[in-house]
């Protein structure tokens, strides 16, 4: 005899709260596939950038400050005729230069072309116009500093009669008494701007490079995270 209660057909009762046919849900497993996993740390600054004379790196020096706040990046000015020496005796990470450099000792991002002035003292005849030639220069005292970094050989321009200055500064100081002509890139033209000196592109004329080197050997490993920022990467993307 059936016990008093049970169903018609001996089926038994379901179990509170369980749908029929439901499958229940097994918890994840850790480490299981699409798990993020944890971002290492960046490594131990500080990170020491060179930059010569005239090189603009603010922009990126600003991504850096932003995506690695806890990693110091130092800023490391630069002479050109020092800027390999810099490189090989450890003094900076990586540099922003002015080629040519030794390829073999260092790789090189070329970043972008400056376009090369002319400096000249502000009353001379050369403002009149926009853009200068070579012909526009002819009989001109062409100044050329020590440190010089376009290598300028103009003809018809005549030498100083004096020693040629050490710096592209000097050069320009002596420009502004109205004595000669300097020809720069033109962001040299920029930081050493005075009121009393003009300068107008040189029509024709090579253009000077700015790059981005370091070491073949032993570089630091900030140097990827850096090379990201110059090329454009997010902070998500992989190395390319």
Request: charged residues 25%.
């Amino acid at each position: 005899m059936a016990g008093r209660g049970a169903p018609k057909g001996g089926k038994k009762p379901t179990r509170a709260g369980t749908a029929r046919g439901a499958t229940a849900k097994r918890p994840a497993k850790s480490g299981s596939a699409g798990a993020k996993k944890p971002t290492p740390p960046p490594p131990a600054g500080p990170f020491r950038l060179g930059a010569i004379p005239g090189a603009t790196p603010g922009k990126w020096i600003d991504i850096w400050q932003e995506r690695m706040p806890r990693t110091v990046l130092e800023l490391v000015p630069l002479e050109v005729a020092a800027q390999e020496e810099a490189l090989r005796s450890g003094q900076v990470d990586a540099a922003l230069v002015r080629p040519p450099v030794d390829t073999d000792s260092w790789h090189l991002i070329r970043l972008y072309e400056e376009t090369v002035v002319v400096a000249f003292s502000a009353d001379s005849h050369l403002a009149a116009g926009e853009e200068l030639t070579v012909e526009d220069l002819e009989g001109e005292v062409l100044i050329v500093p020590a440190d010089d970094v376009v290598d300028p050989h103009v003809a018809g321009t005549a030498a100083p009669a004096f020693a040629a200055p050490s710096t592209t500064a000097d050069a320009i100081e002596i420009v502004a008494s109205g004595v000669g002509i300097v020809i720069v890139p033109m962001s040299l033209a920029r930081l050493h701007h005075r009121k009393d000196v003009e300068y107008r592109p040189l029509s024709g004329a090579a253009t000077a490079p700015v790059g981005f080197a370091w070491p073949r050997e032993d570089a630091s490993p900030l140097v990827d995270a850096f090379i990201g920022i110059l090329r454009g990467r997010t902070a998500q993307s992989s190395r390319d």
